[in-house]
């Protein structure tokens, strides 16, 4: 038996005051999040809300001229129903004046670079906003790698980094984010037609049921066999996370003096806060 | 006459900021000074409330000594009513301890060391901490003048039932629990945070049992991503909830204690008069006399 079921009213107060907590105490006045017209970033957005109100977050919609049209149209619906400011920044001057010297660059290397290009314009407002950039990535994404390293997985704080994508759903329904946008097959949109679900080989569901026993309940992968999952998709999720480890880790520093940074240098990030 | 006995308490649930023990140590003082001016018998505050919790690297720096400038200013705020505050206490061999200390009337009346220092999860305490050894008993005169015999129980030692059992069989009738607990569980089958859960029924099986008061005084809001979820309260020698619990957010809860409620439970109730200690001595071959 596999409950991801929350206690809905409990996570989204625990979430609203985590945002407004560690943004307001280090002296920030919002916080900037990428509205791509997906689910995730809807719920960030919302919980920003809930947290500092909708003039202390601004909302940026970065589409490059390949995007889903109906992408753009679903984050301004997003930023309306929230009352936010929705900036809109094409991507496709720079992300096309690069990839001109690169013509033969596949649609995963285009991906990464428009992520990264997304990341550098949301931390470029937010320094025009004493904002912080608000994470959208959940926890599925961080455990099976999902996500562009210091693109998308870049940013101060993540309201959704403990939240498994099928448990983002329950949250997005309890907080009455817009049934067009909570309904829509999962997308990451780096390309025409592109699904989270096809590209991962399996469901969102399936990879939930698995991790939640991997990683919450410290299950082996031998015990989830006993449970009735597929050994071979256990195994294929498995790799995934191992795969991934470097991306949920700061760089590798080679340890030479007494006290090292990232290893004996141990100082909370919330320091005198 | 009964009133006159009454104990005044103050939980004081709030928020330190991390690692500035002077802007902590101003607040406190200023909190402890006022509630004194408005009656207030005895004021605590969480663990580590001079400090803030996830401290790493920071615990020398911030620690103090029993003897320092610090501790002089709480006795000062404090007067000749009482507090309980949280603290890093250096000693001479230059140990760091995560210590709760009572101040009572113009001096400092008992530290209690933690013992049990988390590690495992997302604790880290013995990285960067000694462990007391030892739980005593302080018997104190408060609040009009009624004798208290009071124990301490920092966060992770309530989770070991052998701690609040030797407070008990050293005659404690007021156990003061302040935490600093981070919140995890968010299960839909649960109507609280799992950890709230907990320790609701830790606290609870301790009062009743033990039939002492309770008083848990926890902390709030986040530290690197933690979640401190507040729930501070007081139990009454029967179990039942007496104050509280407070909301996830900072706030005082006052409450009054007659000392009478716990004489008038184990009246009702003389589960520490039919304590077997002589069985518990037996089985774990030490002392006793058969």
């Known amino acids: 038996m596999t409950d991801l079921s929350i206690n809905t009213e409990l996570v989204s107060g625990i979430l609203t005051k985590f945002v407004r907590d560690e943004v307001l105490k280090v002296g920030s006045k919002g916080v900037v999040v990428g509205i791509s017209g997906g689910i995730d970033s809807a719920l960030s957005a919302k919980l920003a809300v809930e947290a500092l109100g909708p003039a202390a977050v601004t909302g940026l919609a970065m589409p490059y001229r390949e995007s889903t049209a109906s992408s753009l149209e679903d984050a301004q619906l997003v930023a309306a129903q929230l009352s936010i400011e929705l900036m809109v920044i094409e991507i496709s001057p720079q992300i096309d004046a690069y990839f001109s010297k690169f013509p033969e660059a596949d649609p995963t290397r285009r991906g990464n670079k428009m992520a990264r290009e997304r990341m550098s314009i949301l931390y470029d407002i937010s320094a025009t906003r004493s904002a912080l950039v608000l994470g959208t990535s959940n926890k599925s994404e961080l455990l099976l790698g999902y996500s562009t390293l210091w693109g998308d997985g870049a940013h101060a704080l993540n309201p959704l980094g403990d939240l498994y994508k099928t448990q983002v759903f329950q949250l997005a329904r309890h907080l009455g984010l817009p049934p067009r946008i909570v309904d829509k097959p999962p997308s990451a949109d780096l390309f025409l037609g592109q699904s989270d679900e096809a590209d991962l080989g399996f469901t969102y569901e399936q990879a939930d049921r698995i991790l939640f026993h991997l990683i919450d309940e410290r299950r082996s992968p031998d015990e989830l066999s006993d449970l009735g999952l597929d050994p071979l998709l256990v195994r294929v999720v498995w790799q995934r996370v191992q795969a991934s480890q470097f991306k949920r880790q700061p760089s590798l520093i080679a340890k030479l003096s007494s006290r090292s940074v990232g290893q004996d240098f141990r100082y909370p990030r919330d320091w005198g806060h | ?290």
């Open chain 2, 1 to 290: 006459m009964a009133a006159s006995k009454r104990l005044r308490m103050a939980l004081v649930q709030h928020q330190p900021v991390l690692g500035d023990l002077q802007a902590n140590l101003l607040w406190s003082c200023e909190q402890i000074a006022g509630e004194v001016r408005d009656g207030t018998d005895l004021v605590v505050f969480p663990e580590l409330s001079l400090t803030g919790y996830f401290l790493k690297d920071l615990t020398p720096e911030i620690a103090v000594t029993l003897a320092g400038p610090e501790l002089k200013q709480l006795i000062e705020a404090t007067g000749r009513a009482s507090s309980l505050v949280g603290l890093v206490l250096e000693s001479p061999q230059f140990n760091f301890y995560n210590a709760a200390v009572l101040i009572s009337d113009g001096a400092v009346r008992q530290v209690h060391r933690k013992v049990y220092l988390p590690t495992y999860g997302m604790f880290d305490e013995q990285r960067y901490l000694a462990a007391g050894d030892r739980f005593e008993v302080v018997e104190l005169a408060l609040g009009g003048g009624a004798s208290w015999r009071i124990g301490i129980l920092v966060c992770e030692d309530l989770w070991h039932p052998s701690s609040a059992y030797l407070l008990s069989r050293a005659g404690v009738d007021l156990l003061l629990c302040p935490s600093s607990s981070p919140g995890r569980g968010v299960g839909s089958g649960e109507g609280e945070l799992g950890s709230a859960g907990s320790y609701g029924a830790m606290l609870r099986t301790y009062a009743e049992l033990f039939t002492v008061f309770v008083a848990y005084c926890n902390r709030v809001g986040f530290e690197d991503g933690f979640h401190f979820w507040g729930g501070s309260r007081l139990l009454g020698p029967d179990g039942r909830i007496l104050a509280g619990p407070l909301e996830d957010s900072a706030a005082v809860l006052h409450a009054e204690l007659d000392r009478g409620d716990v004489r008038r439970a184990r009246i009702a109730r003389p589960l520490l008069r039919d304590e077997r200690i002589d069985v518990v001595q037996r089985q774990l071959g030490i002392g006793g006399d058969d």
